[in-house]
């Protein structure tokens, strides 16, 4: 089994609390499902957040979903002219016998335009 990272983000339409659970929820379910994860595969977890949220922390969405033995940490994103606004993203350290190549990162709503590089992104479409 190795340690592998895992990228994830999601652009929020508003700083609301339940819509910012609702989407890093999303996400994190997204990350789990995309690369055959459980819980218990996660080491640990960092989420960021752009300056323009304030309405909740990140992690605790992730504490919903079961993760309350994971260490989790937020911080805050680097304020880079031009950068989209209201973006949570994740690196989540997992175990698992994907090889790295094989690992899917997921960029939701608007934040897939992040990483247009990658051709395993996979986006959900904005609503």
Do not use: W
Not at 32 to 50: C, E, H, K, P
Not at 101 to 114: E, F, P, R, V
């Amino acid at each position: 089994m190795a340690v592998r990272a895992v990228r994830g983000a999601t652009q929020l339409d508003t700083d609301e609390r339940e819509h910012l659970l609702g989407r890093v929820e999303e996400m994190v379910l997204d990350v789990m499902r995309s690369n055959g994860l459980s819980v218990d595969d996660f080491i640990s977890v960092i989420f960021t957040a752009t300056s323009d949220i304030h309405s909740e922390f990140p992690a605790y969405a992730a504490r919903q979903l079961g993760f309350g033995d994971v260490p989790l940490i937020c911080s805050r994103e680097l304020e880079i002219e031009g950068s989209l606004p209201l973006v949570v993203r994740m690196m989540a350290h997992v175990e698992t016998d994907l090889p790295r190549a094989d690992i899917t990162h997921c960029y939701l709503h608007g934040a897939a335009s992040l990483r247009k590089d990658l051709t395993r992104v996979r986006s959900v479409p904005d609503e």
